[in-house]
């Protein structure tokens, strides 16, 4: 197991498949009538799954196979007397809703059923550190309005918003301290951002279109300060996001709130604000040179 997980760690996924087989084939001969035992055994068809999802769609059945495997090992297990058991249901649920949602065309209402399933485990998992409960709280959430917004009709944007609002209360308070919780912080910021200018497409309304202009740029400016923070402390992963909310904030300025826009480029690409590489970084400078084609003349030294 712990072979395959380094093969897989490394980007050798196709070899760890072949590790997690031989770890099934020896915990297979284990009695699973004890409840650590079938735990043991499902964790190898959870890393199987795991491994096969990221060779490709082409392993997407096998991979669900095996989180089917899982899952039929984990649901009977006393979820209240071992942490593990509840943490590990869920992330079968989930990795199995995204293998299904990754599908072409994707399955989307079954990988909602099996999120709403993983959300459900979750909430009822005493027994789990209460940070990390919340955490995979935040990330299941966070990926189920993901898959509500993809479908891009009134009602699933509603849902998707419900989610992503919920990912960000289970990790606002962490988020300067955890970079996993500020990775699906930035990530439920991005679905909301997503919506937000599908919303701003179809309003009439300048009041309503107003609260929608307040709520885009506070989640724009929230997410790119995150971001900055990180990486004054040299956490550089969340450029594409960056750049992303970027694009997305000095839109909404330009069109809405043209006053604010150079304010808002100029704190983007500060690099006391942040850092030299940052400011200089591919994601940004391609972002800033996609801005700049929109703006007049005169904003175009913000490149």
């Known amino acids: 197991m712990k072979e395959g997980i380094r093969l897989m760690q490394s980007g050798d ?11 099934l084939e020896l915990r297979r001969s284990l009695p699973t009538e004890a409840p650590v035992y079938a735990y043991g055994l499902a964790a190898c068809w ?8 990221r060779l490709g769609s082409e392993h997407h059945e096998l991979a669900l196979r095996a989180y089917d495997e899982a899952l039929v090992l984990l649901r009977p297990l006393p979820l209240g007397d071992d942490a593990r058991f509840a943490k590990r249901l869920a992330i079968a ?8 949602a990754a599908q072409n065309p994707p399955a989307t209402a079954d990988a909602i059923a099996a999120l709403a399933d993983a959300i459900a485990v979750l909430d009822h998992a005493e027994a789990m550190d209460a940070r990390e409960r919340e955490y995979l709280l935040a990330v299941v959430s966070m990926n189920l309005a993901n898959i509500e917004a993809s479908k891009g009709t009134s009602v699933s944007d509603l849902a998707a918003r419900e989610a992503a609002r919920r990912a960000l209360r289970f990790v606002k308070a962490r988020e300067l301290t955890d970079a996993a919780a500020a990775e699906a912080g930035l990530k439920a910021r991005h679905v909301l951002c997503h919506i937000a200018a599908r919303r701003l497409s179809l309003q009439a309304a300048r009041e309503t279109v ?17 971001v900055r923070e990180w990486e004054r402390r040299g956490v550089e992963r969340f450029r594409d996001l960056a750049s992303d909310l970027f694009r997305f904030g000095a839109r909404v300025y330009a069109f809405y709130q043209p006053h604010f826009l ?16 940052y400011v200089q970084s591919q994601e940004m400078q391609d972002a800033a040179r996609e801005i700049a084609l929109l703006l007049p003349t005169s904003s175009s030294h913000h490149e």
């Open 13 to 23: 996924d196709a070899d760890a498949v072949l590790y997690f087989d031989r770890a």
């Open 46 to 53: 959870l890393n199987r799954g795991e491994a096969l999802a």
């Open 210 to 226: 107003m609260a929608e202009v307040h709520d885009a740029t506070d989640l724009a400016d929230d997410g790119l300060e995150l």
């Open 262 to 277: 150079h304010e808002f480029l100029s704190e983007q690409l500060d690099p006391r604000q942040s850092t030299d590489s």
């Open 93 to 100: 649920h989930q990795n199995r809703a995204l293998v299904l």
